[in-house]
């Protein structure tokens, strides 16, 4: 007979940060679906070393391109996940967007927001930075 010494008090190990930012956009896109607007690509990535990465492009009823980054901090410290959007992570998500919009035969208007998820909830901010 096998003991069963180990499973009984034997705890999962915690979620990987790929599943927490996978369960965040998950939860992003359906609050932003749930506002209207359409998803067009998720992860898109540029090829290459250093490039960019952007969650979410979405396509609003108007229109607007718009470029999403997701964000989830379990805590509020250093202004949680909306401020760690830094100068650097918006240079990538630009160049990103950049790339992104080489295949698209006409221009549309575009924009670049921030959803962060925090433990008080969901939170939009609409054209959170500009392409500077």
């Known amino acids: 007979m096998q003991s069963r010494k180990g499973f009984l008090g034997a705890q999962a190990a915690p979620p990987s940060s790929k599943k927490i930012g996978d369960a965040a956009e998950d939860e992003a896109l359906q609050f932003l679906q749930d506002r209207g607007l359409r998803l067009l690509t998720r992860n898109y990535r540029t090829p290459g070393r250093g490039g960019g990465e952007i969650d979410l492009v979405m396509r609003e009823s108007d229109g607007t391109l ?5 964000r989830k901090r379990l805590r509020s410290d250093h202004g949680g996940g909306a401020a760690s959007v830094g100068w650097v992570k918006q240079k990538r998500i630009v160049r990103a967007a950049q790339h992104y919009l080489l295949g698209v035969s006409r221009l549309p208007p ?6 962060h998820i925090d433990s008080t909830g969901v939170h939009w901010l609409p054209a959170a930075f500009a392409a500077t």
């Open 66 to 70: 718009v470029f999403v980054e997701v």
């Open 110 to 115: 575009c924009r670049f927001d921030v959803v």
